[in-house]
């Protein structure tokens, strides 16, 4: 006679075990259920007693309260993400839409500011800086329309007016790093007063002797 799962409860109940199998077709428990050993549901959820892991094909719900999640291949989400630590990634990152830095820290050199970067950046855009622009190095810029100075302008290489597409003087002003200077075509030089020898200049009024010129100042 075959044995049926009520005669396997009642030899487990007894003490008198058969085959060490307890199969259970259902089992609906409002209560806390305990297992000594490994329990398996189906072929999709293994819980394992002595490791304490537990393992599924998939998972569904919030998981806010997991500690120790690893790191995945992607991560898609439709919400914002909000991180309380540092984040850290190891790959580019690209962005499609606006990403905007609410740390409102002030900038004194290239290691503090709400936003430091130790490598160089390409804009290939407009850059609109609404505070002051400090270059440690070389400036180089194209098309300047103006330059708005109010302190000193020095120009370390001299300075080139008009210049010709690829010359190396102005068409109109050209002050080189010696101190000469070269005023174009016309050569007219208009001051309120002049300083200095002009023991070098020429076509002077009649009357105006070498020795005046160099007495001129």
């Given at each position: 006679?075959?044995?049926?799962?009520?005669?396997?409860?009642?030899?487990?109940?007894?003490?008198?075990?058969?085959?060490?199998?307890l199969a259970i077709n259902?089992?609906?428990?409002?209560?806390?259920?305990?297992?000594?050993?490994?329990?398996?549901?189906?072929?999709?959820?293994?819980?394992?007693?002595?490791?304490?892991?537990?393992?599924?094909?998939?998972?569904?719900?919030?998981?806010?309260?997991?500690?120790?999640?690893?790191?995945?291949?992607?991560?898609?989400?439709?919400?914002?993400?909000?991180?309380?630590?540092?984040?850290?990634?190891g790959a580019a990152v690209?962005?499609?839409?606006?990403?905007?830095?609410?740390?409102?820290?002030?900038?004194?050199?290239?290691?503090?500011?709400?936003?430091?970067?130790?490598?160089?950046?390409?804009?290939?855009?407009?850059?609109?800086?609404?505070?002051?622009?400090?270059?440690?190095?070389?400036?180089?810029y194209e098309d300047v329309?103006?330059?708005?100075?109010?302190?000193?302008?020095?120009?370390?290489?001299?300075?080139?007016?008009?210049?010709?597409?690829?010359?190396?003087?102005?068409?109109?002003?050209?002050?080189?790093?010696?101190?000469?200077?070269?005023?174009?075509?016309?050569?007219?030089?208009?001051?309120?007063?002049?300083?200095?020898?002009?023991?070098?200049?020429?076509?002077?009024?009649?009357?105006?002797?070498?020795?005046?010129?160099?007495?001129?100042?």
């Amino acid at each position: 006679m075959a044995i049926s799962d009520a005669s396997r409860l009642a030899d487990f109940a007894t003490g008198v075990g058969t085959d060490g199998t307890l199969a259970i077709n259902n089992l609906d428990a409002s209560g806390i259920v305990t297992s000594t050993g490994n329990a398996f549901v189906g072929s999709a959820i293994s819980m394992y007693a002595s490791s304490g892991i537990v393992s599924a094909t998939e998972y569904y719900g919030s998981g806010s309260g997991l500690t120790g999640v690893a790191s995945t291949d992607n991560i898609i989400t439709s919400t914002a993400s909000t991180f309380t630590g540092n984040v850290w990634v190891g790959a580019a990152v690209s962005i499609s839409g606006i990403t905007t830095v609410y740390n409102t820290a002030e900038s004194t050199n290239s290691a503090n500011g709400a936003v430091v970067i130790s490598g160089g950046v390409g804009i290939a855009k407009s850059l609109n800086v609404g505070g002051n622009l400090s270059v440690g190095g070389t400036l180089t810029y194209e098309d300047v329309t103006r330059i708005d100075s109010v302190g000193i302008v020095t120009a370390g290489g001299g300075l080139y007016v008009g210049r010709t597409e690829g010359g190396g003087t102005g068409i109109a002003v050209t002050i080189t790093t010696d101190g000469n200077a070269d005023f174009g075509k016309t050569g007219i030089i208009t001051a309120s007063s002049f300083e200095g020898s002009g023991a070098k200049l020429t076509g002077l009024p009649a009357g105006f002797t070498e020795l005046d010129a160099a007495l001129f100042n």
